[in-house]
């Protein structure tokens, strides 16, 4: 079992919808979480911290259940910018860092 | 934030030659790693570059085919070495800062041929 995983996806789903994927991860013992976002032939960036009482920015809610041991993220009111790959991204301890495989998603007119 | 600056962002080599890549920060960054991305694919740690000691490899990755310099806080290189067309990737530097937010270069797009 990968120790973290996520749904490819894609994810096709029309402008203006709410779209949510999960991460799964293997270490009960990971301290922190991240989701980044990977444009076609650009690094990663960023998108935001996954807190354990959950955050929100904006359109974008990200959410962790340490009993389950996943992490979400919410996207509402999809814009056509928001195609992307989103990567999870959890930190086993500080110098451990792993990268999901990525959900890759596609946002239609 | 950090800048990451990352060169170069692509080259086309011959098989059993050798690449160096570099990876300059604008600021400070606590840790510094490599990372290998295929086309579609996630990333792929390869090393962690410590500061002035040899990089910690990740299970797959060698010194002798990936060796990492991290002469200061603040500049990284890795190099692929006696490369096959197997090593065609994007090769990513990136470093994390006291917040654990990673910061990546633009990546280096590598071609064997």
């Known amino acids: 079992r990968k120790e973290v995983e996520q749904d490819p996806g894609p994810f096709n789903v029309p402008e203006g919808a709410t779209v949510a994927f999960n991460c799964t991860y293997s270490?009960?013992?990971?301290?922190?979480f991240f989701w980044y976002r990977q444009d076609c032939r650009k690094e990663p960036k960023l998108l935001m911290s996954?807190?354990?009482s959950g955050n929100e920015d904006g359109r974008f809610t990200a959410q962790l259940n340490r009993a389950s041991q996943y992490i979400s993220l919410l996207i509402r009111d999809s814009k056509l910018s928001d195609s992307a790959t989103y990567l999870c991204?959890?930190?086993?301890?500080?110098?451990?860092?792993?990268f999901g495989s990525g959900t890759r998603l596609s946002i239609r007119p | 934030s950090a800048v990451i600056s990352q060169k170069p962002s692509r080259d086309i080599c011959q098989r059993g030659t050798s690449l160096t890549i570099q990876c300059q920060v604008d600021?400070?960054?606590?840790?510094m790693f490599w990372y290998r991305q295929q086309p579609g694919q996630s990333l792929t740690l390869i090393a962690t570059?410590?500061?002035?000691?040899?990089?910690?490899?990740e299970s797959g990755f060698v010194i002798d085919k990936f060796p990492i310099s991290r002469p200061n806080l603040t500049f990284s290189t890795l190099t692929v070495s006696n490369m096959s067309p197997e090593d065609s990737s994007i090769y990513l530097c990136?470093?994390?800062?006291?917040?654990?937010?990673?910061?990546f270069g633009e990546g280096s797009r590598l071609t064997v041929l």
């Open positions: 991204v959890v930190y086993s301890s500080a110098s451990k860092i792993i």
């Open positions: 270490n009960s013992a990971s301290q922190s």
């Open positions: 996954v807190y354990s």
């Open positions: 600021s400070q960054v606590t840790m």
């Open positions: 570059a410590n500061q002035g000691s040899e990089a910690t490899y």
């Open positions: 990136s470093g994390s800062d006291t917040t654990g937010e990673l910061f």
